[in-house]
């Protein structure tokens, strides 16, 4: 189970589309979700990355590490 605080207005609009349809509000909240959770998934794990970048390594370092034969 998930409570979700929202914005007045907007729990008003879902109150409205909720009644006219007679479907209820978690209804549309899961379509929500469902459409544009990949693209949310993407744009925090970019932010995330930008802030946390991982180490960078140069061809020397990637050539020392592995066991090539020469």
Same mark, same amino acid.
């Given at each position: %189970?998930?409570?979700?605080?929202?914005?007045? *207005? %907007? *729990?008003?609009?879902?109150? +409205?589309?909720?009644?006219? @349809?007679?479907?209820? +509000?978690?209804?549309?909240?899961?379509?929500?979700?469902?459409?544009?959770?990949? *693209?949310?998934? *993407? @744009?925090? @794990?970019?932010?995330?990355?930008?802030?946390?970048?991982? +180490?960078?390594? @140069?061809?020397? &370092?990637? &050539?020392?590490?592995?066991?090539?034969? +020469?």
């Amino acid at each position: %189970m998930l409570a979700v605080r929202i914005p007045d *207005e %907007m *729990e008003s609009r879902l109150d +409205k589309l909720a009644a006219l @349809t007679g479907r209820p +509000k978690s209804f549309y909240v899961r379509a929500a979700l469902q459409a544009h959770l990949d *693209e949310i998934e *993407e @744009t925090y @794990t970019a932010l995330y990355r930008l802030e946390h970048p991982a +180490k960078r390594w @140069t061809l020397k &370092e990637l &050539e020392q590490g592995l066991d090539l034969e +020469k």
